[in-house]
Nanobody, 126 residues
Framework: QVQLVESGGGLVQAGGSLRLTCAAS????????MGWFRQAPGKEREFVARIRWRAGTTGYADSVKGRFTISRDNAENTVYLQMNSLKPEDTAVYYC???????????????????WGQGTQVTVSS
């Protein structure tokens, strides 16, 4: 069983920055990839970014490209999401997710991920 715990959310003004952290814990943590998703009020959960655990290759939603950066610390079983130039439309609950194995599902698909954190609120004021 994998537990994911997000932290780092908060209230920030438009144009500001936040860094989210997701710490994974398990007796033996093994994952194929880690992702960040977000869900705004009244909207469906959507893909934000993903990183393959060993290779380090990344993918981003078009809406955050050039502003957000996903990274990981393999030794600490931690994944980060650096968010710069934040906009009010970035306001959402941000979730960390783990994809245990490679899947035929595209990495932007929620169903490709096995474990989820509880989420952390990010609010961007205009």
């Amino acid at each position: 069983q994998v537990q994911l715990v997000e932290s780092g959310g908060g209230l920030v003004q438009a144009g500001g920055s936040l860094r989210l952290t997701c710490a994974a814990s398990a007796r033996t943590f093994s994952t194929y990839a880690m992702g960040w998703f977000r869900q705004a009020p009244g909207k469906e959960r959507e893909f934000v970014a993903r990183i393959r655990w060993r290779a380090g290759t990344t993918g981003y939603a078009d809406s955050v490209k050039g502003r957000f950066t996903i990274s990981r610390d393999n030794a600490e079983n931690t994944v980060y999401l650096q968010m710069n130039s934040l906009k009010p439309e970035d306001t959402a609950v941000y979730y960390c997710a783990s994809q245990t194995y490679s899947s035929s599902l595209y990495y932007t698909n929620i169903a490709a991920y096995d474990y989820w954190g509880q989420g952390t609120q990010v609010t961007v004021s205009s």
